[in-house]
């Protein structure tokens, strides 16, 4: 009988034989709020390096997705020892990590020995199988993560139509973005190509019987949006995996904005979970907060939170919790002099509501970090699209050493800021990280321009100020606007 321990050994075995692989590929798929479907949350659609076949991506069932052809060849190709196994797709993160960046791929493969035996089962037998060439009996994923469409409460800067209903309806409403130059054309496709019809797949009966099919053996959820809280598509799904008991048997994540989470969710949904992990997402503090999230509260995101954690750490219901609250920053230029403060504010906030104690551990993946430690940060992540946002492409040799030292700053004062030790030696790996990102940015003065100009746009347009919500930032660009 294989234990973690025999499954982990094969596992090492097969990441020295082939050192480009990727175990995504093999228990893992994604679904994004056009139905397009991906290999991961951070790879280009399968079908969109080939033009015309991006609609027939959108047109397959998830079934026949993880089974089709183009599937099974980029398997076979990332097993290979050469460039060929560094697949299109997935050109995120062979850039990162070009530039010594821990990708997704690289977490994923230090996530393995955390993963439950099912899972671990199904990544070994399904790389073997594609190994031999044998592949008519593949086991379906494990892991999901599934946009059910994009509506949303916000219209954050750093996100985009595709996944915001209500940002669709700004960009809509006041023609935003429509030069008429071909460099503004560039700039505009990213908000105009967006049709609100391209989500109505979720309405779609033979893609749910599919789904309940495909995901018959499901160990992992993760669920983004749009606001997932919102979605009624997700709610009703994740009733019926109550009502079927299969919910004590499968880790829940929800990337949400915490703007809508209430007390009955949290007791009547999430609580029949085996675990949540709520991946809440806060870039900043106080009005910086509320610029970046538009145009959501700062003092509403700080109530909400409160609504999952037990206030008494040895109350039976805290001892017996298995949700747990997670901040998940984004780091873009909106934030990139100021995240340091939501650094040193979760610390202060965090509450300790169980020691973690490895001998009732069991492997999920949600608290291998910090135990049951809430409120803090987990892997931030880094903006890539839109380009004019990311800190990639915008910071010129002077900027990246005034970014540099602010984070030097940082790193530096930690060790005085509350909380464990270990927390805060996950923090300080974080602005070694940020460190490495900004050091490997390269400016691009059309990307600068652009901007300025969306900055500019969308203060017209909310009546807000980018002067004023993040002071630093602005400091840091002021040559640009003026």
Same mark, same amino acid.
């Given at each position: ?55 027939? %991506?959108? *047109? ?7 089974? @089709?052809?183009?599937? #099974?060849?980029?398997?076979? +190709? !990332? ?73 949303? %409460?916000? *219209? ?7 996944? @915001?209903?209500?940002? #669709?309806?700004?960009?809509? +409403? !006041? ?308």
């Amino acid at each position: 009988m294989e234990t973690h321990e025999t499954y982990n050994k094969k596992f090492d075995l097969l990441v020295k034989k082939h050192k480009h692989l990727c175990p995504l590929l093999w228990f893992h798929t994604a679904n994004q709020t056009a139905n397009d479907k991906r290999f991961c949350c951070v790879a280009k659609p399968i079908h969109k390096m080939n033009g015309e076949k991006y609609d027939e %991506n959108r *047109k397959l069932s998830m079934t026949d997705h993880w089974n @089709s052809a183009e599937h #099974h060849h980029a398997r076979k +190709q !990332n097993l290979k020892n050469s460039k060929e196994a560094q697949l299109p797709e997935c050109w995120t993160c062979w850039k990162q990590e070009e530039n010594n960046i821990a990708s997704y791929r690289d977490e994923a493969i230090e996530g393995f020995p955390y993963e439950d035996i099912t899972t671990k089962k199904v990544i070994i037998e399904n790389i073997t199988k594609t190994i031999n060439g044998d592949i008519e009996e593949f086991h379906n994923p494990t892991s999901f993560d599934i946009k059910f469409g994009n509506l949303c %409460n916000l *219209k954050c800067p750093t996100c985009s139509p595709h996944s @915001s209903s209500q940002l #669709h309806k700004e960009v809509t +409403q !006041n023609n935003m973005y429509m030069g008429n130059t071909e460099d503004d054309d560039v700039f505009s496709n990213f908000y105009k190509d967006w049709n609100q019809s391209d989500a109505d797949w979720t309405e779609d009966k033979t893609w749910w019987e599919d789904f309940n099919s495909i995901t018959s053996h499901v160990r992992k959820y993760k669920s983004t949006g749009g606001e997932p809280i919102l979605n009624q598509y997700l709610i009703e799904h994740l009733k019926k995996l109550i009502e079927n008991k299969r919910s004590k048997d499968i880790l829940l994540r929800l990337v949400t904005n915490g703007q809508t989470l209430t007390k009955d969710f949290v007791d009547k949904i999430l609580r029949n979970f085996k675990e949540v992990a709520l991946s809440v997402s806060l870039d900043a503090v106080g009005k910086q907060y509320e610029y970046i999230r538009y145009p959501g509260k700062w003092k509403v995101a700080t109530s909400h939170a409160k609504k999952v954690i037990h206030d008494n750490p040895n109350d039976i219901k805290a001892k017996l919790t298995r949700i747990y609250y997670r901040i998940h920053p984004t780091l873009s230029i909106l934030n990139i002099l100021s995240l340091g403060k939501l650094f040193k504010w979760s610390l202060e906030m965090n509450k300790q509501q169980n020691p973690f104690n490895k001998t009732n551990w069991n492997g999920d993946e949600a608290i291998k970090t910090f135990g049951n430690e809430n409120y803090l940060i987990v892997n931030p992540g880094f903006v890539f699209f839109p380009q004019h946002l990311s800190i990639i492409h915008l910071l010129t040799e002077d900027m990246k050493k005034q970014v540099i030292q602010y984070w030097l700053t940082i790193k530096s004062t930690i060790p005085n800021w509350k909380g464990t030790v270990a927390a805060k030696q996950r923090y300080i790996e974080y602005c070694d990280d940020i460190i490495t990102r900004v050091k490997a940015s390269k400016v691009n003065k059309d990307e600068v321009r652009r901007f300025v100009k969306y900055i500019n746009g969308i203060d017209k347009i909310r009546k807000t100020s980018f002067k004023d919500s993040c002071p630093d930032e602005y400091e840091l660009f002021r040559e640009y606007f003026e």
